[in-house]
């Protein structure tokens, strides 16, 4: 039986123990020159996470400067988390978007000589799941069809994704092929700067199949230009989402939550760090955050401060099994 990635015990939404009737404005620690790292390129997870922080900032009022996206695409992360660590560690303006793809990298030893250890972690703020989808013109029509081509012949099926063998969106499709009886290694993989690069290579039908985040991938599947054969829930997700069916459903066991999230520097200072925990707090009880985090296409998942680095420890230590499962590391 393959192993599931199950969160179960932790994805839930928290308690809710902080008022958001006070504005955070003008306290100490409060940011001159907010700015959200996305650590890939435009159109992928990274830049939906901090869309959603710039938008929710905007719209809760908790920011009295607007906030900035930037991009730092490399290694899927690594390039961003060196530079925080390593270059800019007291950067109180600055939040970097991760997600459960960046706790497997680091699992992994991919971000260097770093590990989960050497950043602050600030907050999590909603999940969605992984996906498999494919242009609407492709013959695929569900994922039966797509797992008997490649029982046929893995090697004629691209597989695109942000991020290298090993990855996040790599280790969806592998887990696929495994649970068809298919060697991932058998499979045509491409790796990519990020998801957005992803889309577009399958909407270009440069590949055949994309493996990204639902909610990447739904803004395409809305606009009828994609087509998702699978999501990797445990059940049909609400709202906009209960058209896209479960791999479950289809015969294939695969779960795969991604949660969406920011670190800051190690070094940054306490106020600061506390004035960013603060306001985070405050947004996730707000009812104008709940309907943008719904404009995103993410599902509640609310965790900050102490509870998160947690969290994190035990995310990154089911993910080094894991990957040694699939004989990415030894040990």
Same mark, same amino acid.
């Given at each position: ?45 990274? =830049?939906?996470?901090?869309?959603? *922080?710039?938008? /929710? #900032?905007?719209?809760?009022? @908790? &920011? !009295? ?22 270059? =800019?560690?007291?950067?109180?303006? *600055?939040?970097? /978007? #991760?997600?459960?793809?960046? @706790? &497997? !990298? ?226």
């Amino acid at each position: 039986m393959l192993r599931k990635i199950l969160f179960t015990s932790t994805l839930i939404s928290l308690g809710f123990g902080l008022s958001a009737c006070d504005k955070s404005k003008g306290q100490v620690g409060e940011p001159k020159r907010p700015e959200c790292i996305a650590p890939a390129k435009p159109g992928g997870g990274f =830049d939906l996470t901090c869309k959603l *922080a710039q938008k /929710a #900032f905007r719209e809760t009022e @908790l &920011l !009295n400067s607007p906030m900035r996206v930037t991009y730092m695409p490399g290694g899927v992360g690594a390039v961003a988390y060196n530079k925080i660590v390593a270059n =800019d560690p007291a950067n109180d303006n *600055a939040i970097v /978007a #991760f997600s459960t793809g960046s @706790l &497997l !990298n680091l699992a992994q030893g991919k971000f260097g000589q770093y590990t989960e250890k050497d950043v602050r972690w600030l907050a999590v703020v909603g999940t969605d799941y992984g996906v498999v989808a494919v242009n609407a013109e492709s013959p695929y029509q569900n994922l039966n069809d797509l797992i008997q081509a490649l029982k046929t012949n893995p090697k004629s099926i691209s597989f695109g994704a942000g991020g290298s063998v090993g990855g996040q969106d790599w280790m969806q499709t592998a887990m696929l092929a495994k649970a068809a009886g298919v060697n991932p290694k058998d499979m045509t993989y491409i790796a990519m700067e990020g998801g957005g690069e992803a889309i577009t290579s399958v909407l270009g039908n440069h590949i055949q199949v994309v493996s990204a985040g639902i909610a990447e991938v739904i803004p395409h599947v809305k606009s009828g230009k994609l087509r998702a054969l699978a999501v990797f829930a445990p059940e049909r997700l609400p709202n906009t989402l209960a058209d896209i069916p479960t791999a479950k459903e289809q015969g294939y066991d695969i779960q795969w939550p991604v949660v969406r999230g920011y670190y800051v520097g190690p070094k940054v200072s306490d106020e600061a760090y506390q004035w960013w925990k603060t306001a985070f707090d405050k947004m996730l009880t707000d009812p104008k955050f709940t309907q943008t985090r719904e404009q995103f296409d993410l599902l509640p998942f609310s965790m900050t401060g102490a509870e998160l680095d947690q969290f994190v420890l035990q995310q990154t230590d089911q993910l080094r099994d894991l990957s040694k499962e699939f004989e990415l590391i030894t040990k």
